[in-house]
Each structure stands twice: as C-alpha cells, then as structure tokens.
C-alpha cells in the first residue's frame, strides 16, 4: 500500500466517521446529519471496510463507529454489510470485556492493599477502550511493582528515557494483550506536573461500567490529561478525542471556572483553551455547530482547528512554533513560580524529542527513548 493511498483510505475514515459519530447519538436515525452536507458514502468494499476497522481501531472508536455504520446501512437494507459491521464488533467486544475484567481485578488489589488507584485516560471512551491501560496512584514504585508481580505475575516492561521521566511503569500480564501503564506521583511528558497529580485522588469521582465500580478523574482533569497528552506530548489527536470531548462538554458537567483555575495552577491554561478551541471548531465542521465555550475560553487559545491536518491516519498539531509556544509558556510559569525540579525537567523535553527523533531516522523507532 503506497503512502498516498493509505492516506486517501485514512481521509475517507475519518470523513465517514466524523459525519457519523458527530451527528449519532443513538436515539435518532444516522441520517439526519447537515442538510448541506454530501451524502453519506457506506457502500464500502471488503477492502475499504476492512480499513475503516483499522483506521476506527487506532483511534479508539470502533465500537460507537460501527455501532453508527451499522445502524446507516441497516436504514437502506443492506443485510452484508450490517453483518461486517457486527462480526467486527462481537471481536471489539470480547477484547474490551477481558480487558476490562483484568483493570477491575488490578483496581480491586490495589484497593485491598489500601493503595489509593484511579483509572486515567483509558475509560474516557467508553464504550471504547484504548490500546493500553492507564492507571494512577500515589503507592510508592516498589509497592506498586511487589503487587502486580505477586498478584498478577506482572512483568515489568523495558522502561524508555521518557517512561523514567514521567515517573511510569508498564506492566506485561499474562492473558492480557494490552500493557497496564501505572504512573505514580508525577504526571506530564517529563513527570513535571506534580499540581495535578497532588489533587487527582482526592477529586477522583465513581462510575460503573456494567456491574462493575471503578474510580475515575473528575472532569477538569481529564480534560487537562487530554492536554498533556495531545498538546504537550505527542502533538496529534485521535478521533475519540473529539468525540469523548465532544460529549462531555454537551452534557454541561464541565465548570469551565473551575478547569480555567486548576489549569493555571499547572501551568497549561492556554494549552487547555487551545484544545478546546481545536475540537469546537472540529465538531462544527461537522455537525454545523461547534461546542458552548465561553468567551475567556477561546480568548486563551493560543490557534484553532484550521491550523490541524490529517497525517499518517492521526490529526497532527503543527509543532513550530504554535505547539513549541505552548511549552516554552509551561516552562516559563514553572520558573517563574519557583518550580526548580519540574522545570528542570521541563527543560529536558527538546533534548528527548531531538534524540526520539534522531533515533527514529536512523533505527526506525524511537523505541527506549520516548
């Protein structure tokens, strides 16, 4: 597959995909999207098909894309492709249970040891469920790795530059495709926000996925981990990313008062205003209305959504010199607050990035440095 083609599928996924997921909610037929808009193309080829799974896959929404295709060519009677969409789904679904049971299970041991654990990152799909599972604690490293090797028989993964930075650790389990990421103490590229990461456990709030009860980050720090993760750190967006934000920020459970304040404790205020911004304007291309941001929200925002383009089957921010502003402004409020040791490691970023970079030219991986 040449290069061109497999971005020409990537842009036909996320064309279809985006029409679809942000203007189905379910209760309403999928058709009712822009009037505007063009029409829906889902008489997709085996081929094609079998590309949007992959490209839905990688970013985490397979199970409420192909819930929504599968509902659009239902609507029209085509019997072939509603039955690809459910053979996928049935094979998604039996993933996320056994991954779900197993990050149960860890919650579970952690709370029987009385170690305080909250899942980050991983549930904020749902009914998705990312590549790997992400958890924090503030349990010390050995008591964190003693529990996993006793009660699941863990191994610890190879730990790269920036996994010792962030203060990380990934764990292999047996029966369990996926790593278990635990970050403990520390949060950020280089494990530089300790703002955050002090309160996460204390506002951490409950919910249930099916029968089971799992401790989860309040609001205003998920959004800020979004943040971390896509402003600060690997510089793309997924497609859930829109989507999850999307949907929280139209449930009105966002104090945007509160995020603006608990984000300027840690530094990334404009960096979280920005990514507001980008996924407002993201979701009105799409489904002709973007998000209710207040006006200090995107007063902060340092570009938009315009600035966003697809590349390698991911929504890439440009790094120079909108994203590397973002960071030389997280790396001037922590000096600025007296914030010796983050900023420290703030300032090792360019150094990790630059060798990440340098080692993938010449190996083909940035593999034991980012």
């Not at 239902?74 to 049971?101: C, F, N, P, S, Y």
């Not at 509160?258 to 507001?276: C, D, H, P």
């Not at 490691?345 to 593999?367: H, I």
Request: net charge neutral; charged share 20%.
């Amino acid at each position: 597959m040449t290069a061109q083609f497999a971005e020409t599928a990537s842009h036909r996924s996320l064309v279809l995909l985006s029409r679809l997921l942000l203007n189905h909610d379910g209760a309403r037929p999928v058709s009712l999207v822009r009037d505007d808009a063009e029409p829906l193309q889902a008489d997709l080829t085996c081929e094609q098909f079998a590309g949007l799974v992959e490209f839905a896959g990688s970013n985490h929404v397979i199970v409420r894309g192909l819930e929504a295709y599968r509902d659009l060519v239902r609507q029209v009677g085509d019997d072939t492709r509603a039955g690809w969409a459910a053979d996928a789904l049935a094979a998604e679904h039996a993933r996320i249970e056994t991954a779900v049971q197993f990050l149960y299970e860890i919650c579970t041991a952690f709370r029987e040891h009385n170690y305080q654990v909250a899942v980050i990152k991983s549930l904020d799909h749902w009914p998705d469920l990312g590549s790997d599972l992400d958890l924090y604690t503030n349990a010390s490293p050995k008591a964190v790795c003693d529990l996993m090797l006793r009660c699941f028989n863990a191994q610890v993964a190879s730990r790269s530059w920036g996994d010792r930075l962030a203060y990380k650790w990934n764990f292999i389990l047996p029966g369990l495709p996926e790593a278990v990421e635990i970050h403990i103490g520390r949060l950020g590229q280089t494990g530089e926000q300790v703002a955050i990461a002090d309160s996460l456990l204390e506002r951490a709030r409950t919910v249930m996925i099916g029968d089971r009860e799992f401790r989860v980050t309040s609001f205003q720090d998920r959004l800020m981990i979004s943040t971390l993760q896509r402003m600060y750190r690997h510089f793309y967006f997924r497609l859930c990313d829109v989507v999850d934000t999307a949907g929280l920020l139209d449930s009105g459970a966002v104090d945007f008062g509160m995020l603006r304040a608990s984000a300027q404790i840690a530094g990334i205020w404009e960096g979280v205003a920005t990514y507001l911004a980008i996924v407002s304007d993201y979701v009105e291309r799409y489904r002709g209305f973007g998000l209710a941001l207040p006006s200090f929200v995107l007063a902060a925002a340092r570009f938009r959504g315009d600035l966003v383009y697809l590349n390698r089957g991911f929504l890439r921010v440009p790094i120079v010199p909108q994203a590397a502003r973002l960071y030389g402004t997280q790396l001037a409020g922590a000096l600025a607050r007296r914030e010796l040791l983050s900023g420290a490691r703030l300032s090792l970023l360019p150094w990790l990035a630059t060798a990440a970079l340098v080692g993938q030219k010449l190996t083909g991986s940035d593999k034991g440095i980012w």
